[in-house]
């Protein structure tokens, strides 16, 4: 299978595109794990938008939104495989891919995110450490994790 690493921000998505990953993510966010939130969530213009292609089919996405929208750090979000394509390690390569995007960008500032605390061994093997305590957010029980800065060559 032939992974390609899109990155684009919202502006310069084309209709179709942006429709695609705002589809996905409801599909999997909203419908598959029935959480009722807003997904339009108004960070989407804030952020740099990754899609993920598979032999050329749309597969993946994620969002890594600038420093100071979310948190203090940049952070990655909305990260989601669609479910043809699961137990394929898409969800490593996604992530991997939007942190050295995301420490490429801004590097220095380490990463945030608010991932679903039954992720958090997956995140934990990718670099992310546990901050705070399991919350409920829209139903799902989650934890913030950051990924400490990696340090920058004076």
């Not at 390609?4 to 942006?18: I, P, Y």
Request: negative net charge; glycine residues 8%.
């Amino acid at each position: 299978m032939e992974l390609s690493f899109k990155w684009d921000r919202m502006q310069a998505l084309t209709a179709v595109e942006m429709y695609e990953v705002i589809q996905a993510r409801e599909a999997v966010f909203v419908v598959e794990q029935q959480c009722a939130y807003q997904e339009a969530d108004g960070a989407d213009l804030h952020s740099w938008h990754l899609r993920v292609l598979a032999d050329g089919a749309f597969a993946a996405c994620a969002r890594v939104v600038e420093p100071g929208i979310k948190f203090h750090e940049p952070s990655i979000g909305r990260v989601m495989t669609l479910r043809e394509f699961r137990n394929r390690q898409l969800g490593r390569a996604l992530v991997a891919e939007a942190i050295a995007f995301t420490e490429a960008r801004y590097p220095g500032m380490g990463i945030r995110i608010g991932a679903q605390a039954h992720l958090q061994k997956f995140y934990a093997s990718l670099g992310f450490q546990p901050v705070g305590e399991v919350y409920d957010e829209d139903g799902i029980a989650h934890i913030d994790m950051v990924k400490p800065a990696v340090a920058v060559p004076a």
